[in-house]
């Protein structure tokens, strides 16, 4: 499918296939925090405890796993297909592994400050949000 008829992705866009892609990203979780609980013998894990952040970082690792194996294979999370969103780079190809790990890190950030990263969106001329740029990656909407 050719980038070269794309649009840059609005925010609107982006934060419906955030609200989509909650819905597998909590069965991640659920099954994730499931298993931990059995493997401690049904004794929950306390918060603020070094097990409590050794579970968030790997719920971080399991939700970077679904999205980058996601844009690997098509460019789109389930959340994006509804909505014909595709992560490329800059050139319009698909991007590497290594790159959509620092889209993912770089996402992490945006949402960390508030949604600042994804708010810079309204501000850029591209519509590029600050994991676009730091990764070399865009959100384009596709045509029908």
Not at 39 to 59: D, E, K, S, Y
Request: net charge positive; aromatic share 12%; glycine share 10%.
């Amino acid at each position: 499918m050719s980038t070269s008829v794309a649009v840059p992705a609005h925010l609107g866009w982006r934060l419906l296939a955030l609200v989509y892609d909650s819905l597998p990203v909590l069965a991640l979780w659920f099954a994730a925090s499931g298993a931990s609980l059995l493997l401690r013998g049904g004794v929950p894990i306390l918060p603020w405890t070094p097990t409590f952040w050794v579970q968030n970082l790997a719920l971080w690792l399991i939700t970077g796993g679904y999205a980058v194996l996601s844009w690997r294979r098509g460019g789109q999370t389930i959340g994006m297909r509804p909505w014909r969103l595709r992560v490329v780079r800059d050139d319009g190809t698909p991007p590497g592994s290594a790159q959509l790990w620092r889209r993912y890190a770089w996402a992490t950030l945006s949402l960390a400050a508030g949604g600042l990263g994804f708010a810079w969106s309204l501000l850029d001329r591209e519509r590029r949000t600050w994991h676009d740029r730091a990764s070399g990656t865009r959100l384009v909407r596709m045509p029908r």
